[in-house]
Nanobody
Framework: QVQLVQSGGGLVQPGGSLRLSCVES????????VAWFRQAPGKEREFVAS????????DYANSVKGRFTISRDNAKNTAWLQMNSLKPEDTAVYYC???????????????WGQGTQVTVSG
């Protein structure tokens, strides 16, 4: 059984930075695609970023492109989401997800982290 444990997040002022971590256990992390999604209050969960099993071809939602970076280290079973130049509209609960294909569709991801709150306010 795959488990994803998230850390990071919190409260930051506009323009600030945060880094989210997602640690996987259970099966070979190096075979999994990883993505980040977020859900703001009153809104549907939306795609943020994804990365292939080998770290190639990261993909981003237009709203975060140029500000967020997804990365991974298969030796550490860990993926990260570095968030820079944060805006109030980035406020949401962020989820990491793992599956067999790096696509922007949440239904394609089998395993999910517990979620972590990111609040951008100042």
């Amino acid at each position: 059984q795959v488990q994803l444990v998230q850390s990071g997040g919190g409260l930051v002022q506009p323009g600030g930075s945060l880094r989210l971590s997602c640690v996987e256990s259970g099966i070979a992390f190096g075979g999994l695609a990883v993505a980040w999604f977020r859900q703001a209050p009153g809104k549907e969960r939306e795609f943020v970023a994804s990365i292939r099993y080998n770290g190639n071809n990261p993909d981003y939602a237009n709203s975060v492109k140029g500000r967020f970076t997804i990365s991974r280290d298969n030796a550490k079973n860990t993926a990260w989401l570095q968030m820079n130049s944060l805006k109030p509209e980035d406020t949401a609960v962020y989820y990491c997800a793992a599956g067999w294909a790096a696509v922007p569709t949440e239904g394609r991801y089998t395993w999910w982290g517990q979620g972590t709150q990111v609040t951008v306010s100042g």
